[in-house]
């Protein structure tokens, strides 16, 4: 059984910053990749960033290319989710998750491909 559990949303202004945080139980974490989804209200869960099970490799949404980071701390057990430049847009609550198969990260903004999620965390930006 695995548990995520996200921390570090809230409300902050229009240009202001977040680091969102997930913390993973119960499972071997270095061998999975991860990744970060979102969904706004009225909207379908997005793809937001991933991360490859070492850390070597990344992926994130156009939307969010040169203002978010994700990094992950295998030590740890954490992934992280580094949000400058926020813009009134990018409110959702945001959501980690892990991927099913071990050492894999082709189509990793794909939902399907993850199969244990956090519960989510709310991110506002006010304009």
């Known amino acids: 059984q695995v548990q995520l559990v996200e921390l570090g949303g809230g409300l902050v202004q229009a240009g202001g910053s977040l680091r969102l945080s997930c913390v993973a139980y119960g499972r071997f974490f270095s061998k999975y990749a991860m990744g970060w989804f979102r969904q706004a209200p009225g909207k379908e869960r997005e793809f937001v960033a991933s991360?490859?099970?070492?850390?070597?490799?990344?992926d994130y949404a156009d939307s969010v290319k040169g203002r978010f980071t994700i990094s992950r701390d295998n030590a740890k057990k954490m992934i992280y989710l580094q949000m400058n430049s926020l813009k009134p847009e990018d409110t959702a609550v945001y959501y980690c998750?892990?991927?099913?198969?071990?050492?894999?990260?082709?189509?990793?903004?794909?939902?399907?491909?993850?199969?244990?999620w956090g519960q989510g965390t709310q991110v506002t930006v006010s304009s």
């Open positions: 998750a892990t991927r099913s198969d071990t050492y894999t990260y082709d189509q990793s903004s794909a939902e399907y491909n993850y199969n244990y």
């Open positions: 991360i490859s099970w070492s850390g070597g490799m990344t």
